[in-house]
């Protein structure tokens, strides 16, 4: 949906701007026009743009000069300059000084709109990133579920719609993608937020103990029960149970959990007393449970009552940017938990983090984060804080190669470039055997490219 914005449009050309008012008005935008700085001033006095078009050369000023005071007089504001084909070298300086865009003339009015339009989608972008980061310094961002990317959005909409509904609900994705997170949510945005988030993980206690901790037991139900102990069920009574792993469950307790489910009723072990429960159930698994069903290993009546409102967790190599928005946010825990003053992270490290695959999802880059936290204590977040299996070729051998200039009169820079070529050439050769078609293929070479290196350099096998 295109967003409508309310501008400033100065130019002293009345016919060009007739023509871009008529043209932005035609797109659903507020135009407000002027002639002269002194015009666009009194403008700005009497009410807020969300962005002005400039042209550089004004009748009493310079459209640089209209800038910096529409930028100390509202620093959010948008600017898109209009230059001649001799300015452009002024609208790059306008650039530096916090204009957004600039068109040369002669341009289609249409053009404009493009920019315009363009520049309000990048406006709201920021906006929304810095309210994100502001949730995020003060550790409230929709109950913990963070992230700008689609498929996260859509999970606190659906999240947020669902805060009511007694329906089941079925949380996929991998391990450590945060799906304890959301069922939390799911929980907190409903009419059972102030009653008990009762989680336990189906995969994690041995399967004589899981029945007892799901229903509880009467005193003397089995060897050791000294005591009634009352089960996860009954104690979420009202609220919420959160089923991790249910795809580990064994098929004993996939019968009695569907008849829960079913009737909302259960006996707890060594009892004939049937205990009546009113709770919500909200169930995850890292398995694909149709393969499980195709297997024998997960019953399909249970699924199909587990998978009344399916939700998918995406993993977080798939989630873009919020790679780095979830660091900052760990990183502002932990510079709070283990008093350290961590700054932020440093713009290569920031390439190789999204780089990575993260095959341990949040939870790999929450542990990151602690440990990092914990050791360096102060200064940026660099590639050598991250571990080698982060790293791909070429940074481990950066990494591994690097020279500190301090310690250095002068350097013979191509003597050390020769030198480092020659180490990564080699120790490709090494890994293939000396195969020098695994090796060219490996560094990305063509084969006779290499060989004529190895000839220039002398490099032999040792």
């Known amino acids: 949906m295109k967003q409508s914005a309310y501008m400033l449009l100065v130019d002293d050309e009345e016919d060009l701007r007739e023509v871009l008012q008529e043209t932005l008005e035609l797109?659903?935008?507020?135009?407000?026009?002027?002639?002269?700085?002194?015009?666009?001033?009194?403008?700005?006095?009497?009410?807020?743009?969300?962005?002005?078009?400039?042209?550089?050369?004004?009748?009493?000023?310079?459209?640089?000069?209209?800038?910096?005071?529409?930028?100390?007089?509202?620093?959010?504001?948008g600017v898109i300059l209009i230059t001649g084909y001799s300015e452009v070298e002024t609208a790059i300086q306008a650039i530096e000084l916090g204009a957004d865009d600039f068109l040369k003339k002669p341009f289609e009015p249409s053009e404009l709109v493009v920019r315009v339009e363009e520049l309000l989608k990048k406006r709201a972008l920021k906006q929304e990133n810095k309210e994100l980061k502001k949730e995020i310094s003060s550790g409230k961002s929709q109950h913990g579920l963070m992230g700008q990317c689609d498929a996260i959005k859509r999970l606190r909409d659906t999240a947020l719609m669902l805060g009511d509904s007694d329906s089941t609900v079925l949380i996929t994705g991998e391990s450590g993608t945060g799906k304890e997170v959301l069922a939390n949510m799911l929980h907190q945005s409903g009419s059972r937020a102030d009653k008990p988030f009762v989680s336990i993980n189906c995969g994690a206690i041995p399967e004589e103990l899981l029945e007892s901790e799901l229903?509880?037991?009467?005193?003397?139900?089995?060897?050791?029960?000294?005591?009634?102990?009352?089960?996860?069920?009954?104690?979420?009574?009202?609220?919420?149970?959160?089923?991790?792993?249910?795809?580990?469950?064994s098929p004993k307790l996939q019968v009695k959990l569907l008849r829960v489910?079913?009737?909302?009723?259960?006996?707890?072990?060594?009892?004939?007393?049937?205990?009546?429960?009113?709770?919500?159930?909200?169930?995850?698994?890292?398995?694909?449970?149709?393969?499980?069903?195709?297997?024998?290993?997960?019953?399909?009546?249970?699924?199909?009552?587990?998978?009344?409102?399916?939700?998918?967790?995406?993993?977080?190599?798939?989630?873009?940017?919020?790679?780095?928005?979830?660091?900052e946010h760990f990183l502002s825990s932990f510079n709070k938990l283990k008093n350290s003053q961590i700054n932020g992270i440093s713009d290569r490290c920031k390439e190789v983090m999204m780089r990575y695959n993260w095959p341990g999802n949040?939870?790999?880059?929450?542990n990151l984060v602690e440990r990092v936290t914990t050791l360096k204590r102060s200064g940026d977040i660099d590639v050598e804080d991250l571990p080698s299996r982060m790293l791909?070729?070429?940074?481990?051998?950066?990494?591994g190669y690097t020279l500190d200039v301090k310690q250095h009169d002068n350097i013979d820079f191509k003597g050390i470039v020769d030198e480092f070529e020659s180490h990564l050439i080699t120790s490709a050769l090494e890994r293939f055997d000396w195969n020098k078609n695994q090796a060219a293929k490996f560094l990305s070479m063509n084969r006779t490219t290499l060989v004529e290196k190895i000839k220039k350099k002398g490099l032999v096998p040792t």
């Open 392 to 399: 791909d070729t070429a940074e481990r051998a950066v990494q």
């Open 27 to 77: 797109a659903k935008h507020h135009v407000t026009t002027a002639a002269n700085t002194m015009r666009a001033k009194d403008a700005m006095e009497n009410a807020k743009f969300d962005v002005a078009v400039l042209d550089i050369r004004l009748p009493d000023g310079s459209g640089l000069e209209l800038l910096k005071s529409l930028k100390e007089s509202d620093p959010d504001i």
């Open 261 to 327: 489910l079913q009737e909302r009723t259960f006996e707890p072990v060594g009892s004939h007393q049937s205990i009546h429960i009113d709770v919500r159930v909200v169930a995850a698994t890292h398995r694909d449970l149709e393969k499980e069903i195709e297997e024998g290993r997960f019953r399909q009546d249970l699924f199909y009552r587990l998978n009344v409102i399916p939700l998918m967790l995406p993993a977080l190599q798939q989630r873009g940017d919020d790679v780095i928005l979830l660091t």
């Open 362 to 366: 949040v939870r790999e880059l929450q």
């Open 215 to 249: 229903f509880g037991h009467v005193k003397g139900a089995f060897t050791g029960a000294i005591r009634a102990r009352t089960g996860r069920f009954e104690a979420a009574n009202g609220g919420t149970i959160f089923l991790d792993e249910i795809g580990d469950m």
